[in-house]
């Protein structure tokens, strides 16, 4: 396994490359990579070696589905190819990654345009965490010459809202940022709230940055309504058949040094789960839906029927 490889896994892991979809699409150019660099001598070392990187990648974020759709994606043809040569299985790998990387691409500026036909002249907007597919939504309405401004939360503790601050201030857009606890106090200048998912539930629940279902929640109790945008590769297969997503928790020394308070338990999830009820519509580059469609979508994107196991 190349250094590049490794790299790429780490810097998943350790949130060097963070935001759903940038891990998908890093997670399929490590695949190409793996899959242009291979020394194996025969198939079946060809396609074991894949298959050590595609664990390898989807063991670094338990909760993002984006990265196991995305690898699932690239290498769900080799099953059915076991009789071909390395120059072909090579040549699938290469070609799936490919189309993964430009459709992921293509669904958030697809996304864009849809969502920004629900933003109106003159809103105001909140997000929270950095998603490119909510910022996509508000610098697409902005572009569009409507006189939007947007409030930005820090996003506590690995503060990605700096990171959206900086894209939409450079957009143009007139930003605030508070932080993540303002919230309810700041909603009633709000006229909705935008955000990405990490994943989606066949109930329509999405999975996202911790302290998403406060807003949400916040939102619903003072009637803003609350968009999530996310590209259809988020939604989550195994909720199909009830399985449940992992909530990731990372290193409490991302909070602060646990030396600092001795005899104290620090928790560090990275994720919560917002309720269906507390969302408006669910924006995807296949088109608008309530959450409640959530599961209608994930069988027509996954092909499942009832009774049909899921790999």
Same mark, same amino acid.
């Given at each position: 396994m190349v250094d590049q490889v490794k790299r790429i896994a780490q810097d998943i892991r350790t949130m060097k490359i963070r935001g759903a979809g940038k891990i998908g699409r890093a997670a399929a150019t490590a695949l190409k990579i793996a899959a242009k660099t291979s020394k194996a001598k025969t198939s079946s070392e060809f396609m074991k070696e894949i298959d050590r990187v595609a664990l390898l990648l989807i063991a670094t974020r338990p909760t993002a589905v984006s990265l196991p759709n995305a690898v699932k994606f690239v290498v769900s043809k080799l099953a059915s190819m076991k009789g071909a040569d390395i120059v072909t299985l090579r040549k699938i790998i290469v070609s799936r990654a490919d189309e993964f990387i430009h459709t992921s691409n293509n669904a958030v500026k697809v996304i864009g345009e849809i969502g920004a036909r629900r933003i109106s002249n003159g809103d105001v907007l909140m997000t929270h965490c950095n998603s490119q597919c909510a910022l996509a939504v508000i610098k697409t309405a902005f572009r569009q010459g409507k006189r939007i401004k947007a409030f930005v939360t820090e996003s $506590?503790?690995? $503060?990605?809202?700096?990171?959206?601050? $900086?894209e939409l201030s450079k957009a143009g857009v007139p930003t605030t940022m508070i932080v993540d606890s303002a919230v309810r106090y700041f909603i009633r200048d709000v006229n909705k709230v935008v955000v990405g998912a990490d994943s989606i539930a066949a109930n329509g629940a999405v999975i996202n940055k911790i302290g998403t279902s406060q807003i949400a929640l916040i939102a619903h109790e003072a009637r803003v309504p609350f968009f999530v945008?996310?590209?259809?590769?988020?939604?989550?297969?195994?909720?199909?058949?009830?399985?449940?997503? !992992?909530? !990731? !928790?990372?290193?409490p020394r991302e909070i602060v040094n646990p030396k600092r308070f001795p005899r104290v338990k620090i928790r560090n999830p990275v994720f919560d789960v917002t309720p269906p009820e507390f969302i408006d519509l669910i924006i995807t580059e296949r088109g608008i839906v309530p959450p409640q469609a959530a599961y209608t979508l994930l069988q027509a994107h996954f092909e499942w029927k009832p009774g049909e196991e899921l790999v």
């Open positions: $506590r503790p690995s $503060r990605q809202g700096f990171i959206s601050v $900086r945008a996310a590209e259809s590769y988020k939604f989550h297969p195994g909720t199909l058949v009830g399985s449940l997503v !992992e909530i !990731e !928790e990372r290193d």
